[in-house]
């Protein structure tokens, strides 16, 4: 189930770094290629341009993440 969460978030992170490429160009694209944090961050920087669609994204991105965070955390707890 956590793979599932992790293959979102990764679905998700590749289309918001997609369109930092389009949106920022060559540099800031290879920018948040070595650091998905910047991507994140940016991400939730532009949310609210229309243009750039990011809304769904950004939500099922963070929500991948804390979900996939919750499924570990009770998974590492349930070993008893």
């Known amino acids: 189930m956590a793979y599932l969460g992790g ?3 990764w679905i ?3 289309v918001v770094l997609i ?3 389009q949106k920022e160009g060559v540099l ?3 920018l948040g290629f070595i650091c998905m ?17 990011l809304k769904n994204w950004m939500y099922a991105w ?3 993440i804390v979900v996939g965070f919750f499924i570990n ?7 008893g």
């Open 37 to 53: 944090l910047y991507t994140f961050i940016w991400g939730w920087q532009n949310i609210k341009n229309e243009e750039l669609k």
């Open 12 to 14: 998700a992170g590749v």
């Open 7 to 9: 293959f979102i978030a």
């Open 19 to 21: 369109k930092l490429f």
């Open 62 to 64: 963070t929500a991948a």
């Open 28 to 30: 800031k694209g290879i």
């Open 73 to 79: 955390y009770m998974v590492a707890n349930s070993g």
